[in-house]
Protein backbone atom coordinates (compact mmCIF):
# COMPACT_ATOMS: atom_id res chain seq x y z
CA UNK A 1 0.00 0.00 0.00
CA UNK A 2 0.97 3.30 -0.61
CA UNK A 3 0.41 6.13 0.26
CA UNK A 4 0.70 10.10 -0.98
CA UNK A 5 0.66 13.65 0.47
CA UNK A 6 1.02 16.54 -1.83
CA UNK A 7 2.18 19.81 -0.79
CA UNK A 8 3.39 23.12 -2.02
CA UNK A 9 -0.25 24.66 -3.62
CA UNK A 10 -1.03 27.83 -3.14
CA UNK A 11 -2.84 31.64 -4.81
CA UNK A 12 -0.40 32.93 -6.74
CA UNK A 13 -0.48 35.65 -9.78
CA UNK A 14 -0.49 34.74 -13.60
CA UNK A 15 3.65 34.54 -14.75
CA UNK A 16 4.68 33.25 -11.33
CA UNK A 17 6.11 29.68 -10.38
CA UNK A 18 5.26 27.15 -7.58
CA UNK A 19 6.40 24.04 -7.19
CA UNK A 20 4.26 21.04 -5.58
CA UNK A 21 6.02 18.33 -4.08
CA UNK A 22 4.68 14.77 -3.62
CA UNK A 23 5.91 12.15 -0.30
CA UNK A 24 5.41 8.74 -1.10
CA UNK A 25 5.42 6.15 2.33
CA UNK A 26 5.90 2.88 0.98
CA UNK A 27 8.07 2.10 -2.01
CA UNK A 28 7.59 3.22 -5.11
CA UNK A 29 10.72 2.46 -6.86
CA UNK A 30 9.39 -0.21 -9.62
CA UNK A 31 6.12 2.59 -10.01
CA UNK A 32 4.71 5.20 -12.43
CA UNK A 33 4.11 8.39 -11.17
CA UNK A 34 2.44 11.31 -11.65
CA UNK A 35 0.90 14.25 -11.65
CA UNK A 36 -3.67 14.89 -12.67
CA UNK A 37 -5.69 17.94 -11.98
CA UNK A 38 -9.09 18.51 -11.64
CA UNK A 39 -9.87 22.55 -13.09
CA UNK A 40 -12.91 23.71 -11.97
CA UNK A 41 -16.06 22.19 -13.68
CA UNK A 42 -13.99 19.80 -16.16
CA UNK A 43 -12.90 16.66 -15.65
CA UNK A 44 -8.96 15.38 -14.55
CA UNK A 45 -6.16 15.33 -16.74
CA UNK A 46 -2.95 14.11 -16.71
CA UNK A 47 -0.51 16.59 -16.57
CA UNK A 48 2.45 15.04 -16.25
CA UNK A 49 3.67 11.09 -15.53
CA UNK A 50 7.28 9.80 -15.01
CA UNK A 51 8.87 6.20 -15.42
CA UNK A 52 10.67 4.49 -12.46
CA UNK A 53 13.87 5.32 -13.89
CA UNK A 54 13.16 9.02 -14.93
CA UNK A 55 13.58 8.15 -18.52
CA UNK A 56 9.83 8.11 -19.92
CA UNK A 57 8.70 11.39 -19.21
CA UNK A 58 5.02 12.79 -20.49
CA UNK A 59 3.57 16.32 -20.19
CA UNK A 60 0.24 17.53 -21.70
CA UNK A 61 0.44 20.37 -24.37
CA UNK A 62 -1.13 22.65 -22.24
CA UNK A 63 2.35 22.81 -19.85
CA UNK A 64 5.14 21.70 -22.27
CA UNK A 65 7.79 23.65 -21.67
CA UNK A 66 6.02 25.54 -18.46
CA UNK A 67 6.20 22.37 -15.97
CA UNK A 68 8.77 19.96 -14.79
CA UNK A 69 8.75 16.33 -13.34
CA UNK A 70 11.49 15.23 -11.44
CA UNK A 71 11.75 11.70 -8.93
CA UNK A 72 13.67 10.68 -6.14
CA UNK A 73 13.37 7.49 -5.04
CA UNK A 74 15.24 7.07 -2.19
CA UNK A 75 13.87 9.77 -0.81
CA UNK A 76 10.24 8.61 -2.24
CA UNK A 77 9.23 12.23 -3.56
CA UNK A 78 7.89 13.33 -6.85
CA UNK A 79 8.31 17.33 -7.58
CA UNK A 80 6.44 19.59 -10.10
CA UNK A 81 7.84 22.48 -11.07
CA UNK A 82 5.92 24.99 -12.46
CA UNK A 83 7.00 27.93 -14.37
CA UNK A 84 4.77 30.89 -15.81
CA UNK A 85 1.72 29.94 -14.37
CA UNK A 86 -1.57 30.89 -15.97
CA UNK A 87 -5.28 31.47 -14.78
CA UNK A 88 -6.35 28.26 -16.78
CA UNK A 89 -3.76 26.06 -15.03
CA UNK A 90 -5.67 26.97 -11.56
CA UNK A 91 -6.85 23.55 -10.72
CA UNK A 92 -7.22 20.93 -7.28
CA UNK A 93 -3.71 19.29 -8.41
CA UNK A 94 -3.48 15.36 -7.47
CA UNK A 95 -0.11 12.76 -7.15
CA UNK A 96 -0.63 9.49 -8.33
CA UNK A 97 1.03 6.21 -8.23
CA UNK A 98 0.69 3.00 -10.12
CA UNK A 99 2.38 -0.34 -9.09
CA UNK A 100 4.06 -0.70 -13.09
CA UNK A 101 6.10 1.05 -14.71
CA UNK A 102 4.64 3.86 -17.57
CA UNK A 103 3.24 2.19 -20.20
CA UNK A 104 0.66 3.55 -23.29
CA UNK A 105 -2.16 4.11 -20.71
CA UNK A 106 0.18 6.86 -19.02
CA UNK A 107 -2.44 9.98 -19.51
CA UNK A 108 -5.39 7.65 -18.21
CA UNK A 109 -6.64 8.60 -14.56
CA UNK A 110 -7.66 4.56 -14.42
CA UNK A 111 -3.98 3.62 -14.38
CA UNK A 112 -2.90 4.35 -11.40
CA UNK A 113 -3.91 2.43 -8.41
CA UNK A 114 -2.89 5.44 -5.59
CA UNK A 115 -3.79 8.77 -5.35
CA UNK A 116 -2.97 11.77 -2.77
CA UNK A 117 -5.96 13.91 -1.61
CA UNK A 118 -5.23 16.85 -4.13
CA UNK A 119 -3.55 20.48 -3.07
CA UNK A 120 -5.37 23.35 -4.78
CA UNK A 121 -3.66 25.78 -7.05
CA UNK A 122 -4.98 29.17 -7.72
CA UNK A 123 -3.26 31.80 -10.02
CA UNK A 124 -4.79 35.08 -10.71
CA UNK A 125 -4.52 36.93 -13.65
Known amino acids: QVQLVESGGGLVQAGDSLTLSCEAS???????MGWFRRPPGKERECVAA????????YYADSVRGRFSISRDNPKKTVTLQMNSLRPEDTAVYFC???????????????????WGQGIQVTVSS
Open 96 to 114: VADRWDLDANYASPWKYNY
Open 26 to 32: GDISRSA
Open 50 to 57: IGRYSDNI
